[in-house]
């Protein structure tokens, strides 16, 4: 069984920064992508940034430029690196992972609250 934890979420000024980490456990393939979608209360959810075993990223367009994540695959876990936090940020943030193991399985986090206050 996969689980995945985050932490690091928070109530933040706009302007400032907030990393956030998922810690991955359980039986994981080495083919996967690993990242962060957000839900802002009302929208749908949205992908914020992801990364895959290969070393292939990818960012929604809204945080190009102000958002980094990264993976340490020895601990197992993903960062999120976020600058320039503006209100529009708000959201529940979730750690996503999709494996493949003859077929892609998709796994999700709890989610943790980022607020930034204008």
């Known amino acids: 069984q996969v689980q995945l934890v985050e932490s690091g979420g928070g109530l933040v000024q706009a302007g400032g920064s907030l990393r956030l980490s998922c810690a991955a456990s359980?039986?994981?393939?080495?083919?996967?992508?690993i990242g962060w979608y957000r839900q802002a209360p009302g929208k749908q959810r949205e992908l914020v940034a992801a990364?895959?075993?290969?070393?292939?990223?990818a960012y929604g367009d809204s945080v190009k430029g102000r958002f980094t994540i990264s993976r340490d695959d020895a601990k197992s876990t993903v960062y999120l690196e976020m600058n320039n936090l503006k209100p529009e940020d708000t959201a529940v943030y979730y750690c996503?992972?999709?494996?493949?193991?003859?077929?892609?399985?998709?796994?999700w986090g709890q989610g943790t609250q980022v607020t930034v206050s204008s």
């Open positions: 996503n992972l999709k494996d493949y193991r003859g077929t892609w399985n998709t796994y």
């Open positions: 359980g039986r994981i393939s080495r083919i996967n992508t």
């Open positions: 990364t895959s075993n290969s070393g292939n990223t």
